[in-house]
């Protein structure tokens, strides 16, 4: 598993620790949803067995950061962590006035900035994207990414997985097909706060689902 950070300038080098995690919370009072939203229109034919996966990732506990490990541990793929440009408060309370703030811009079509940038995903066939949902939504800094990252993204196959409390990932699949509506999308992945000790055997049932095995040596 290789992880790796991008800088605007960069195209590929060895990336720092994981971010800081992704609260289960908040998640607001949205009642759990299916886990696997209808993207079946968009399913491709499944990969070859030599593709090549990059895993994208913000987390601000830990949470999506030890599932986005799982599948890169699993797959031997790259991992790159999403980063905002500013770290957010350590105080659960302001961060949740935050994000609710950036929400709020992301709708007005302010996106708040991020510092992770790629320059092409042209090696890749699968990017695989992970976040937490945070009141319902995909987390702002991915759908910040997302947008900024759209025409580069656009022909790819998208494999989502998200960490909430108990919300469903419905609104945050919308999330993500509004952003980069140029992509194809997999079947995805969502684990809450009830299933997240089972993360080891949905993510390898999940990349079965989808159809994806390890790298082979390159």
């Given at each position: ?147 900024e990252h759209a025409a580069k993204l ?65």
């Amino acid at each position: 598993m290789r992880k790796l950070l991008f800088f605007p300038f960069l195209l590929l080098a060895l990336t720092a620790t994981a971010c800081s995690g992704d609260p289960i919370e908040p998640e607001g009072s949205a009642t759990e949803q299916p886990e696997t939203p209808g993207n079946d229109n968009d399913e491709d034919e499944t990969p070859d067995n030599d593709g090549r996966y990059l895993v994208l990732y913000c987390s601000r506990t830990s949470n999506t950061e030890g599932v986005a490990q799982r599948i890169g541990t699993a797959l031997g793929c790259d991992l790159i962590e999403v980063e905002p440009e500013t770290p957010y408060d350590t105080d659960y309370n302001a961060m949740l006035e935050r994000s609710q703030q950036e929400q709020a811009a992301i709708e007005a079509g302010n996106f708040p900035p991020v510092k992770t940038s790629v320059e092409s995903f042209e090696e890749y066939d699968i990017i695989f994207i992970g976040y937490p949902i945070w009141y319902s939504h995909m987390a702002t800094p991915m759908q910040t990414f997302l947008h900024e990252h759209a025409a580069k993204l656009a022909g790819k196959r998208i494999a989502l997985f998200a960490t909430s409390g108990s919300s469903g990932i419905s609104t945050s699949v919308s999330d993500a097909r509004k952003h980069c509506p140029d992509a194809t999308y997999t079947e995805s992945l969502l684990l809450t706060s009830g299933t997240l000790s089972q993360a080891e055997s949905r993510v390898a049932e999940w990349l079965s689902e989808i159809g994806v095995t390890r790298e082979q040596s390159r």
